[in-house]
Nanobody
């Protein structure tokens, strides 16, 4: 069984910063692409940023220059540093990962439980 556990959400004022973490644990053999998605009330889930196994990153236009995605490959952990936060960044943020589980050995898509980020004065 593979789990993705997120942490780091909360309430922050506009212009502030937050750092999200996502750790893959359990029966993990290897982790490929990891990503952050978000879903605001009444809107569809959207990709915020992703990072491949070779470190290639991709960002939504709305967060370029403000958010930074990174990984600790040894710890199977991903981070999202969010700076210059805006009210429109308010959403539930979800961690996603492509994981090859150990027993049985197979590739699957996994999601975290979500963490709330609220940007408000």
């Amino acid at each position: 069984q593979v789990q993705l556990v997120e942490s780091g959400g909360g309430l922050v004022q506009p212009g502030g910063s937050l750092r999200l973490s996502c750790a893959a644990s359990g029966s993990v053999f290897s982790v490929y692409t990891m990503a952050w998605y978000r879903q605001a009330p009444g809107k569809q889930r959207e990709l915020v940023a992703d990072i491949s196994n070779d470190g290639t990153t991709n960002y939504a236009d709305s967060v370029k220059g403000r958010f930074t995605i990174s990984r600790d490959y040894a710890m199977n952990t991903m981070y999202l540093q969010m700076d210059s936060l805006k009210p429109e960044d308010t959403a539930v943020y979800y961690c996603y990962a492509e994981v090859v589980s150990d027993f049985p050995r197979r590739l699957g898509d996994y999601w975290g439980q979500g963490t709330q980020v609220t940007v408000s004065s």
